[in-house]
């Protein structure tokens, strides 16, 4: 199985700032990638698929890039509804594979 | 809009079985794909299983193959995930979701379904 390893586990930030999450795989996994958001209690929302393609809806400040094994997440300007658990992805092989997530945090 | 609307879950004792349902509106059920997923409490994602539009094609995780049974009803607009064996360790919260813009891409999930296996 492809094995996604996400850094940081978690993060503090403050409202305006520039975050970015990485994530790497243990193979190359070209670009089929997603970046996903869960608020607690929540079902995962879908931000970014294919490494670097914003999903429909979802504000520009937020960005993907990367392929073959290492990626980024990049919210820019971040929001107060930003504050959550970012999950990337990995659809190239079965079984699909996440990473362990990364909290962010005020 | 997409809407997915898991229903079925509950308390279930070791070794027994439960169906969960899925519920589609908002787009053609028929010609989507469609997954699910669980999250144990605290911790993170797990891809379960896979089906395709037609019923034709599935894909199992290890971790329930054998035990978990994918099916649909596109005449109903539904999805199912038959759970059988069950353990402590499946209880988790349950999720479908479509696959979407791009083959393994689930775009739109369901707001869960919670499941507890206990005795």
Not at chain 1, 18 to 25: D, G, H, P, W
Not at chain 1, 43 to 55: E, Q, R
Not at chain 2, 55 to 68: L, P, W
Not at chain 2, 83 to 94: I, S
Request: aromatic content about 12%; proline content about 3%; glycine content about 10%.
């Amino acid at each position: 199985d492809i094995q996604m390893t996400q850094s940081p586990s978690s993060l503090s930030a403050s409202v305006g700032d520039t975050i970015t999450i990485t994530c790497r795989a243990s193979q190359s996994i070209s670009s089929s990638l997603n970046w996903y958001q869960q608020k607690p209690g929540k079902a995962p929302n879908l931000l970014i698929y294919a490494a670097s393609t914003l999903h429909s809806g979802v504000p520009s400040r937020f960005s993907g890039s990367g392929s073959g094994t290492d990626f980024t997440l990049t919210i820019s300007s971040l929001q107060a509804e930003d504050f959550a658990t970012y999950y990337c992805h990995q659809y190239y092989i079965r079984p699909w594979t996440f990473g362990q997530g990364t909290k962010v945090e005020i | 809009q997409v809407q997915l609307v898991e229903s079925g879950g509950g308390v279930v004792q070791p070794g027994r079985s439960l169906r969960l349902s899925c519920a589609a509106s908002g787009f053609t059920f028929r010609t989507n794909a469609m997954h699910w997923f669980r999250q144990a409490p605290g911790k993170g994602l797990e891809w379960l299983t896979f089906i395709s539009y037609d019923g034709n094609h599935k894909y199992f995780a290890d971790s329930v193959k054998g035990r978990f049974t994918i099916s649909r009803d596109n005449s109903k607009d539904t999805l199912y995930l038959h759970m059988d064996t069950m353990k402590l360790e499946d209880t988790a919260v349950y999720y479908c979701a479509r696959d979407g813009v791009v083959f393994g891409v689930a775009d739109y999930w369901g707001q869960g379904t919670l499941v507890s296996v206990s005795s």
